[in-house]
C-alpha cells in the first residue's frame, strides 16, 4: 500500500523533459532567436508575476505563433494563489 502512495513521486522525467526541451528548440526556431533569449524573457516574466501572485513554476508555458499580421507571444502561467486580492 504505501508504495502505492509513493509510485506518483517516482515519474520518469526524462520524457516530459525533453519534450519541453523541444518545445523551446521549435519555439526559437520560429522567433528566430537564442534558446538563451527565451530563458531570459520567461525568467524575466516570472520575476514580474510572482510579485502579484503565487505560480506554478512547473507547469509555464511560453510559445511563439505565427499568426496575422505576425507573430504572437503567448504565455500560460498557472495561478496558484493570489495573496492580495483587494490590492491587485
Known amino acids: ?29 520560429k522567433a528566430d532567436c537564442s534558446p538563451e533569449l527565451i530563458d531570459r524573457m520567461k525568467d524575466d516574466m516570472i520575476r514580474v508575476i510572482s510579485k502579484y501572485m503565487r505560480i506554478d513554476r512547473e507547469g509555464i508555458e511560453v510559445k511563439i505563433v505565427n499568426g496575422r499580421p505576425g507573430m504572437a507571444l503567448y504565455a500560460a ?10 490590492i491587485c
Not at 517516482?10 to 526556431?29: F, M, P
Not at 502561467?77 to 483587494?86: A, C
Request: proline share 5%; no cysteine; net charge positive.
Open 77 to 86: 502561467f498557472p495561478i496558484l494563489d493570489i495573496p492580495n486580492k483587494g
Open 1 to 29: 500500500m504505501i508504495s502505492a502512495v509513493f509510485q506518483g513521486f517516482r515519474k520518469n522525467h526524462s520524457g516530459s523533459l525533453a519534450k519541453k526541451r523541444l518545445k523551446v528548440v521549435l519555439v526559437t526556431d
